[in-house]
């Protein structure tokens, strides 16, 4: 219970900076991005230095508002998107996207994250495991942190025929989840 409190509470303060600072994610998320890929394009977890999934919920509280369920700072506050109807009517759409978001994917020419496969005694590691390790090493690295350009560059080559699909945004988002599953 006290986790859970100190979470709501963490993702309320967030969420309320998020808001000041980014007013721009509304209409991000009216345009169709989920709240998955705005806090992945944003790196909010790693611009406020926590988990993924309390950045996003920072990044929900931003656009719905907040309660004050918890009586300590922040007290109340509402969101970007201040409309109920508007809320509940892009949640629906989100909802709807998600359920057909791989065959959206693959139709707007975009290309999934290839999985790990295993043919005999062969195994192609799958494309975000080789950029958690591409990210460790001293030549990926860049002042001491993964340098993504030079990762996303890498996967194009390995995994895509050298076609630039992979962008440092992508590879920033997909490589902040997987350290946290890891985690």
Sequence with gaps: MIKQRAAIHTAAVLGYRIKQEFPEVAEEYRRGSTLAEITGELCLDIVY????????????????????????????????IESKEEQKKLAYEHRLFRKNSLAGIIARGNAPWIKRREIEDFCLVSEIEFAYMLSELEEFQKHNK?????????????????????TSEAVCSRLARFKNLKN
């Design 49 to 80: 230095q926590v988990n993924f999934v309390t950045a996003r919920e920072a990044l929900r509280k931003a656009l719905t508002g907040y309660s004050g369920e918890i009586q300590k700072f922040p007290k109340k506050y509402s969101g970007l």
């Design 146 to 166: 993964p340098d993504l350009k030079k990762i996303a560059e890498e996967l194009n080559k390995r995994y895509h025929d050298k076609r630039k699909i992979r």
